[in-house]
Nanobody, 121 residues
């Protein structure tokens, strides 16, 4: 069972940046990893995902070109670099691990507890 712990969230002004990290307690080199986010009153939505080899990455349209997902299998860690942040990026950000690359939360079996990102206007 892989346990995931996110960090790096915080309060930032519009246009600012944050680097989110997700440390895994187990080995994740064979897992697909993703970031999701959930704003108050909204459903959890896909943000980005990365294949086990890190060759393939996927982004939702609203963050493409601003966010970058990466992973370091030696450190059992996945990252989300968020740049040019907007107020609509405000949400709790979750990392997830699964056995296939997908945009659906139900396809991921392991989740972290989340880290809050707040972007002020």
């Amino acid at each position: 069972q892989v346990q995931l712990v996110e960090s790096g969230g915080g309060l930032v002004q519009t246009g600012g940046s944050l680097r989110l990290s997700c440390a895994a307690s187990g080995r994740i080199f064979s897992s697909y990893l993703a970031w999701f986010r959930q704003a108050p009153g909204k459903e959890r939505e896909f943000v980005a995902s990365i294949s086990a080899s890190a060759i393939n990455t996927y982004y939702t349209d609203s963050v493409r070109g601003r966010f970058t997902i990466s992973r370091d299998n030696a450190k059992n860690t996945v990252y989300l670099q968020t740049n040019s942040l907007k107020p609509e990026d405000t949400a709790v950000y979750y990392c997830a691990a699964g056995s296939l690359i997908s945009t659906r939360p139900t396809d991921y079996t392991n989740w972290g507890q989340g880290t809050q990102v707040t972007v002020s206007s």
